[in-house]
């Protein structure tokens, strides 16, 4: 198990917080052999502690671009091993859609190897429910927030037109392009130049000579300008991107989404059996809010009885004392109310028991 630990302050100044509710409501309903398992969270007068699977292997995205691999003719993975990762990318996606939530944040940096060489999915920090209620009580069938990860962003986001579950296929995509190219299509050296890109994807989308015209067509039917028009979002919804020619190959190397559901199919990499992980790897792929994973975990976190003695050893003569643990314990008294509605959507579903609540409290 890992822990990802964030601080409260830190999401409130940030205006964070309702994100880190989503995270919680979405990550206790969604269960999924390529989705990261969560176990629930802790909370404390000054953290948030998320309980998660730990995830030995690094991610897509480092695998993508180190040089001790094989490629294909277009710098990328070879197409039957893209093929492997693409399908449990939408076999996630599946179950994502299919209990009303948008991703937001499909990259090949929110994807991370288990250790048999899986892919699972982390972070969802801006997963939300479409459709959804306004504060009127109205139904809404598009959100209009701005998130994401620029390159990856559909051209209704980044326009604010809003956006749905297609915006999940536009960077279905995009990281297919990716997996195969090793870059993205639309990538340039300013976030600027990259959202032009992107609202004039007509014009700016291109492929190598030697890429696979069955990834081509792929690719051509998730990046449609049009949201409505996208392969996922059309009547037959996410069956269409199953039924593509790309998943649909004949021979030996015929692809199966329930073999590779039942952990069936040897993958092209799995993580050393030694490999060393780093901080970042070791949560789930997912960083604090303020980047500073030292400052913030819990296993290293300095007590106010340490802060104190640092004070009293060099503390200058004539500056008032301050007592530290007493200044501690008053700011903890103000932060432990606060998210304490992140606990209610466990205590209702009895995800974690009672005394669980009472300790994290």
Known sequence: MALKCLDKTTLIKSSQSMYV??????????????????????????????RIENLPGLELWQYLYSQDRNKNACGGLPIKDSILYLGMIVLALEHIHSLGYCYRDLKSENMLFDAFGYLKIVDFGF??????FNKAGEIQYRTFTLCGTPDYMAPEVVLTQGHDKSADY???GVLTYEIVCACTPFESITQKRVFEKIVRSQHFLNFPSDFDPHMKSFVRRLLHPKAALRIGALQNG???????AIFNIKGSDQFSFNELLAYNVKMPYVPPSDSIIDNATNNGGTNDINNNNNNNNILEEKTA????????????????????????????DANDCLFQDLLDIHMYSGHITEHQAQEAE
Do not use: T
């Open 238 to 244: 996410i069956n269409d991107i199953k039924e593509h």
């Open 305 to 332: 009885e340490d802060l104190q003695k640092e004070f009293d050893d060099n503390i200058e003569s004539g500056v008032e004392m301050i007592d530290l643990v007493e200044e501690s314990a008053i700011e903890d």
């Open 21 to 50: 509710k989503r995270e919680c409501e979405c990550l206790y309903h969604l269960h999924h052999p390529f989705i990261a398992e969560y176990y629930g969270l802790f909370l404390l007068p000054r953290k948030i502690i998320f």
């Open 170 to 172: 536009w960077a279905l």
């Open 127 to 132: 997963a939300k429910s479409v459709p959804f």
